[in-house]
């Protein structure tokens, strides 16, 4: 198979930037190259160097952008993409007024398969070429999700809720069949081309202990498969959970007690942990999913970054659509910079980016499929363009500093800014010719 050869500037991340001009942590080239071959990265480095070991390669010239690893998305809603700015609410008031209406919508087969060529139009338009996706109840969400995903060759991890109280009639599943439901989309999907599955219990107050007992079978079945559900969010939905499960410590302690924790669960928010808590995360490798817009978005607080790192415990990042409010990593980590301003936390520019790349890959143990320009990897690439609206162009006269490149493209940049966007190795954007160049 012919070589693709994208020319541009390349940044990928060795490891966590301790520092805003931690050298070491990244591997930059002014102009650089990734070759592409099969779906996979065959080279990365200088353009000198690449070019010369594929001479005869189709070269597509990205400069002056830059090209990094696609951006991964480890929390959002498949079937809230028309819930994303409603009005007034916190969270509980928020899910029945809103979002429980909105999901019942995905029981109808062809509203699931239109919402899924728009959610993936979107994802790619920001250069998110992985994320997390939690779909409705329905069995034909999670479907409608990975048919499309596998039509576009992404890399994506899904699963339908498990709910079975707390929520309308027509969104409650039951424990057998929220098991036999998602026992069948592993068997579907698990592993097949690039999809991987998330057993998905909603969270504590939508499901019963006896559902619990059911995302356990799952998860001791299926060792290779994700666990994602929500903690620790808002004050109002801690009392409702401890209310619910009277046994339990704290709410943490609710799926401890159903051996929920581990290296592949993903708890989204954890705003309010205490000691406890912190200390069981960080004990069973589970990670904590930073949702700033969402956070902001529904007043739920503000996550402790620096705290949850300096007791050990994993993190990642994401946007939580759509109780968060864009689709856009870069707008995420804005709003991430933001909140740390307000904990007295300084989020450097570096470690945005390593964030929302070899960060999130890391917290998803998938650092060696994706979020790098590793060779060997998954050919999964965004194009960046630093001056893509008048006012960064502006502000990009005085930039002398990648970290300060970085920044800008942060703290201004929104979809406008992808030029480019590659899923194994195909240019993918859904308003761009496949032969995209800059
Ligand atoms: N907790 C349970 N479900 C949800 C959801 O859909 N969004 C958010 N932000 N929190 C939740
Ligand atoms: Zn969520």
């Known amino acids: 198979m012919s070589v693709l050869l994208l020319r541009g500037r390349t940044l990928s991340f060795r490891d966590l930037p301790q520092s805003h001009d931690d050298e070491a942590s990244h591997a930059y080239e002014e102009d650089g190259a990734v070759a592409v071959k099969d779906g996979l990265i065959a080279a990365s480095g200088s353009f000198d160097q690449v070019s010369a070991q594929y001479p005869s390669a189709d070269v597509v010239d ?16 498949f079937p809230q993409g028309q819930v994303i700015g409603s009005f007034g609410t916190k969270l509980l008031d928020w899910l029945n007024t809103y979002t429980f209406v909105e999901e019942q919508k995905f029981a109808d087969p062809g509203h699931c398969k239109r919402m899924a060529t728009h959610f993936f139009d979107n994802l790619l338009r920001n250069g998110t070429t992985t994320a997390v996706a939690y779909c409705s109840v329905h069995k034909a ?5 990975f048919t499309e995903a596998a039509h576009r060759n992404l890399r994506m991890i899904g699963g339908k809720v498990m709910m079975d109280r707390n929520a309308p009639d027509a969104l409650c599943d039951t424990p057998q069949s929220a098991y036999d439901d998602s026992r069948d989309l592993i068997d579907r999907w698990h592993g097949k081309g690039r999809a991987l599955y998330a057993i998905s219990p909603r969270f504590a107050i939508t499901s019963t202990p006896t559902q619990l007992e059911m995302a356990q079978a799952l998860k001791t079945e299926f060792p290779g498969c994700y666990l994602q559900t929500h903690l620790s ?5 801690i009392d409702l959970t401890l209310d619910l499960y009277q046994s339990a410590r704290d709410y943490l302690d609710v799926y401890q007690m159903y051996d929920l924790l581990g290296d592949r669960s993903l708890f989204g928010h954890c705003l309010h942990l205490n000691g406890r808590e912190r200390a069981a995360m960080a004990g069973t490798g589970s990670v904590a999913v930073f949702c700033p817009t969402s956070n902001l978005f529904l007043g739920s607080g503000l996550f402790d970054e620096d705290g949850l790192r300096e007791h050990g415990v994993r993190t990642a990042i994401a946007t939580d659509i759509g109780g968060g409010t864009s689709y856009s990593m870069l707008k995420t980590l804005d709003e991430a910079y933001k909140v740390l301003q307000l904990k007295n936390q300084v989020l450097n520019p570096l470690k945005s980016f390593f964030m929302m790349t070899l960060g999130n890959a890391r917290a998803l143990q998938l650092e060696h499929e994706i979020g790098t320009l590793e060779e060997g ?14 006012a960064m162009a502006l502000r990009m006269e005085t930039v002398r500093t990648l970290s300060e490149e970085l920044f800008v493209l942060q703290t201004m940049a929104d979809d406008r800014a992808i030029a480019g966007v590659y899923a194994a190795g195909r240019a993918c954007h859904p308003d761009m010719s496949s032969d995209s160049g800059p």
Do not use: K, M, W, Y
């Open 62 to 77: 990205h400069r002056p952008h830059l090209i990094l690893p696609g951006f991964i998305d480890t929390h959002l809603h």
């Open 377 to 390: 990897s998954e050919a999964d690439l965004v194009v960046l363009n630093s001056q893509a609206t008048a």
């Open 233 to 237: 969010e808002n004050h109002a939905e």
């Open 141 to 145: 969400s999670a479907e409608a999700f």
